[in-house]
Nanobody, 127 residues
Framework: QVQLVESGGGLVQAGGSLRLSCTNS????????MGWFRQAAGKEREFVAA??????????SYADSVKGRFTISRDGANLLVFLRMNSLKPEDTAVYYC???????????????????WGQGTQVTST
């Protein structure tokens, strides 16, 4: 069973940084391609970043709006997926969700409209 839990959100000044984490309650995330998505108030949920399943840290994909500012990664034990967010802008304000897709590359995670598992989200506010 997969139960995703996000953490690390908060309030930050524009230009600041945050690191979000996603865990499966201590169980491995290795079999899953992982993605971060966000939904701002009054807007549709959108793709932010993805990393492919397994242990290839180079299999990543980013939305154009966050390239060069955000970095998705896994911890060495494949228990956590991170989203490092630098140079935050007010337009980055949203609820951020992590998602998991079984045996999926970053490209597949980024392109899917439905995902196998979702977390409940963490609020990020940049002012």
């Amino acid at each position: 069973q997969v139960q995703l839990v996000e953490s690390g959100g908060g309030l930050v000044q524009a230009g600041g940084s945050l690191r979000l984490s996603c865990t499966n309650s201590g169980r491995t995330l290795s079999p899953y391609g992982m993605g971060w998505f966000r939904q701002a108030a009054g807007k549709e949920r959108e793709f932010v970043a993805a990393i492919g399943w397994g242990n290839n840290p180079e299999d990543t994909s980013y939305a154009d709006s966050v390239k060069g500012r955000f970095t998705i990664s896994r911890d060495g034990a494949n228990l956590l997926v991170f989203l490092r967010m630098n140079s935050l802008k007010p337009e980055d304000t949203a609820v951020y969700y992590c998602a998991a897709d079984y045996a999926s590359t970053a490209r597949l995670v980024a392109g899917r409209s439905n995902h196998d598992y979702w977390g409940q989200g963490t609020q990020v506010t940049s002012t």
